[in-house]
């Protein structure tokens, strides 16, 4: 696995699983996030349950990401399907994203581009990963 695919994956994955501590900490009400920090509507129940229904794919994706990276480190060829599954859903988790805040019409930058980095980002390890192994370097 390349450093870039590396650090690209590992970063993510990482922050995401703070994000969804951080989420279920100020739903438990053990923390206060920010106002001016969430995204628009936050405390409407519907905005709420979308938000939620992210949950499972999120945490697929970091795990499966975290995996695949844990696996290229002890030289598991695994590794390589673990990544692609990883990266195929953060586009995924991304992309509904960006589906849902532009149907709404809301481009706030805080939230629609790092979404749309969800969405875009993966893509330039998506193909080399699909190559043989023989084809040259891995991604």
């Given at each position: ?6 650090f690209?994956?590992s ?9 969804w501590?951080?989420?279920a ?6 923390v206060?996030i ?5 995204y628009?509507?936050?405390?409407d129940p519907r ?25 290229a ?7 390589r399907?673990?990544?692609l599954?990883?990266l ?6 991304g ?19 790092p979404?749309?980095?969800l ?9 080399p ?6 084809a040259?370097?891995?991604?």
């Amino acid at each position: 696995m390349s450093q870039p695919l590396r650090f690209a994956i590992s970063t993510t994955d990482i922050l995401f699983l703070l994000y969804w501590t951080m989420a279920a900490l100020d739903a438990a009400g053990v923390v206060a996030i920010p106002a001016d920090w969430l995204y628009a509507n936050a405390h409407d129940p519907r905005v709420v349950a979308w938000n939620w229904s992210f949950f499972p794919l999120d945490i697929a994706f970091s795990i499966t990401g975290l995996y695949a990276v844990r696996l290229a480190g002890r030289s598991d060829a695994r590794w390589r399907p673990m990544a692609l599954v990883s990266l195929v859903l953060t586009m995924v988790a991304g992309g509904m994203a960006v589906a849902y805040w532009t149907l709404l019409g809301e481009f706030d930058p805080a939230w629609y581009l790092p979404n749309l980095a969800l969405l875009l980002w993966p893509l330039a390890f998506i193909g080399p990963l699909l190559r043989p192994t023989a084809a040259g370097p891995s991604p």
